[in-house]
């Protein structure tokens, strides 16, 4: 009955502040962190790793494509799969040295935005992030999409696991994220969040926007901490997981 309860964090740049990340910081058991790529930069991704070791926040690296502008939401086509490897590597390694800074080691590894979506989709791509991920420290957690072809490279590749559900987004038959340029794809209502949520959960069951079903295990609820009611949402889901029996710590294997 443990779940792990994550957002994505240090996604401000520069003068340019994205989320409420201290508050989040409060709430939530694991920080996926931006690495300077879609997001972040140095003196963010130090302040966010001392921030959350002070609350006892597991951190990870928030890899993405190279696009500032487009917060790495645009999907970037004719990346090789050794380019792939290459960023993927090249953003851990900077997480890992700035947390260094703060004495605060880096667990794992998620995948942002677009790329998220395209390596959840692609066995090959999910492949190379999976190399990068092994080469950069085998000790990383992949988390993954379950049941896409991010858990499967996991498994093939014999890197531990953290399967993740999202509470603020739908999915699509093929039991990846509904694209956000389609209707329903972000799910704006708190309680229906919560309600998606203890759905998923307790039935250990994806359902998709056209009633499709995947029965998973799930070790992780991702909040985004980029939305106005983000905080809102992340506390008061937290409070129903724990009335409803669940343990919100961070992921252990």
Not at 87 to 95: D, E, S, T, V
Not at 187 to 199: K, M, P, S
């Amino acid at each position: 009955m443990n779940i792990d309860l994550n957002a994505d964090l240090g996604e401000s740049f520069g003068p340019w502040t994205m989320g409420d990340d201290a508050a989040m910081l409060a709430i939530v058991t694991t920080a996926n962190v931006a690495c300077g790529f879609h997001a972040g930069d140095p003196s963010i991704m130090r302040a966010t790793a001392e921030l959350a070791k002070q609350k006892g926040v597991a951190i990870g690296a928030h890899p993405g494509f190279q696009d500032l502008a487009g917060f790495g939401r645009r999907r970037i086509l004719g990346i090789s799969l050794r380019e792939l490897e290459n960023m993927i590597a090249y953003q851990i390694g900077a997480l890992q040295a700035v947390a260094a800074l703060a004495g605060h080691p880096v667990t794992h590894v998620k995948t942002h935005g677009a790329l998220g979506n395209m390596v959840a989709e692609d066995d090959g791509m999910a492949l190379a992030v999976g190399r990068a991920i092994k080469a950069a420290d085998p000790s990383l957690l992949y988390m993954v999409m379950p049941g896409m072809a991010t858990e499967r490279a996991a498994e093939t590749l014999g890197l531990r696991a953290i399967r993740e559900v999202y509470a603020d987004r739908t999915y699509d038959d093929t039991f990846n994220l509904t694209d956000r340029s389609k209707p329903g794809a972000v799910i704006h209502d708190t309680q229906a969040a919560i309600d998606h949520v203890l759905r998923i959960v307790r039935d250990q069951a994806i359902t998709s926007l056209n009633g499709k079903t995947l029965k998973v295990a799930i070790d992780s609820v991702c909040v985004h901490g980029d939305n106005p009611g983000s905080v809102a949402l992340a506390r008061t889901l937290r409070g129903e997981l724990e009335k409803a029996g669940f343990k919100v710590t961070p992921y252990r294997p």
